[in-house]
Structure formats: C-alpha cells, structure tokens
Nanobody, 123 residues
Framework: QVQLVEAGGGLVQAGGSLRVSCAASGGTFSRHTMGWFRQAPGKEREFVAAIIWSSSTTYYADSVKGRFTISRDNAKNTVYLQMNSLKPEDTAVYYC????????????????WGQGTQVTVSS
C-alpha cells in the first residue's frame, strides 16, 4: 500500500521561503508521477506542480511558475516542493499525490494522497 507523508509546512512572512517534503513508501516509484496540490479554505483543491519520477520532467501551475520548484531524491523516495517569494495567496494545506505512470494536472488523475501540511504566509 502506497503511503505519502508530508512534512515541512509552517508560518512564513510574505517574500520568504519554505520547503515541504513528501516521503513515499509502499512501492517502487520509478514509474510514478508525483504531484503537489493545495487547498485554501472554501476553495477547490488545485494543482501546483508535478514531476515524472523517471525523467524528472516537471510542470507547474502558472500561479507558481518561477517561484516554486519540485524535485525528487531517489535514494530517499522523497519529493520536495521548494517555495520562494511566497505570497499570502499561497496560504493553503499542501497535499502530495501520486499515480503510477503519467498523471496530469487534475486531482482526479491521482490515486494516492498524503494527509496534507499547512502553509501559512503572513502579509
């Protein structure tokens, strides 16, 4: 059973940086797509970034492009989301998601989800 555990959320001032991580277990992830989504109160869960594990191909939502970077560490089976130049509108619960083989930007593409980690950006 695939398990995803996020960590690293917290409170940061606008303009600051934060890195969240997602530790994956219960499978071999060489063919997976790993994604990050976020959900603010009263809003739909939205796509942030994704990485195809085997090729390291990445894609991003327009709202975070140039500010956020997704990466993965093979040895640790961990995916990271480095968030720079944070804005108050980035405040949300950030979720890690996974799907074996390719997945797009829709939350319905993903089969496995973590429990989420809160990121709060103060103005």
């Amino acid at each position: 059973q695939v398990q995803l555990v996020e960590a690293g959320g917290g409170l940061v001032q606008a303009g600051g940086s934060l890195r969240v991580s997602c530790a994956a277990s219960g499978g071999t992830f060489s063919r997976h797509t790993m994604g990050w989504f976020r959900q603010a109160p009263g809003k739909e869960r939205e796509f942030v970034a994704a990485i195809i594990w085997s090729s390291s191909t990445t894609y991003y939502a327009d709202s975070v492009k140039g500010r956020f970077t997704i990466s993965r560490d093979n040895a640790k089976n961990t995916v990271y989301l480095q968030m720079n130049s944070l804005k108050p509108e980035d405040t949300a619960v950030y979720y890690c998601a996974a799907r074996r083989q390719w997945a797009g930007i829709s939350k319905y593409d993903y089969d496995y989800w973590g429990q989420g980690t809160q990121v709060t950006v103060s103005s």
